[in-house]
């Protein structure tokens, strides 16, 4: 059974950098999107990223790229995401999530990890 679990989240001031951990399991490497998802009050659900697991292609929405970076790890069974350059509005619960279909689209999805709560605030 696929099971993710987020970690890392935490209090940043703007302009801070923070990197998530999702640890997962459950699935075969080759045939998942892995991606992490945030979600505010404001935004909702918001893609911010994936990867695919056998292949580390990424991609990244438009406002996060340059500043986030997601990586794999494959031997650890752990997807990261390096988030620098914070601002106010990356304030999320950031989950990361894992299907066969999804790519950008967050109802693609069918995993779920927890989430792990990025505050950016001075």
């Known amino acids: 059974e696929v099971q993710l679990v987020e970690s890392g989240g935490g209090l940043v001031q703007p302009g801070g950098s923070l990197r998530l951990s999702c640890a997962t399991s459950?699935?075969?490497?080759?045939?998942?999107?892995v991606a992490w998802v945030r979600q505010t009050p404001g935004k909702g659900l918001e893609w911010v990223s994936h990867?695919?697991?056998?292949?580390?292609?990424?991609y990244y929405a438009e406002s996060m790229r340059g500043r986030f970076t997601i990586s794999r790890d494959i031997p650890k069974n752990t997807m990261y995401l390096q988030m620098n350059t914070l601002e106010f509005e990356d304030t999320a619960v950031y989950f990361c999530?894992?299907?066969?279909?999804?790519?950008?689209?967050?109802?693609?999805?069918?995993?779920w990890g927890q989430g792990t709560q990025v505050t950016v605030s001075s």
């Open positions: 999530a894992a299907g066969q279909w999804g790519g950008s689209t967050v109802a693609g999805y069918d995993k």
């Open positions: 990867i695919s697991w056998g292949g580390g292609i990424t």
């Open positions: 459950g699935f075969t490497f080759e045939d998942y999107l």
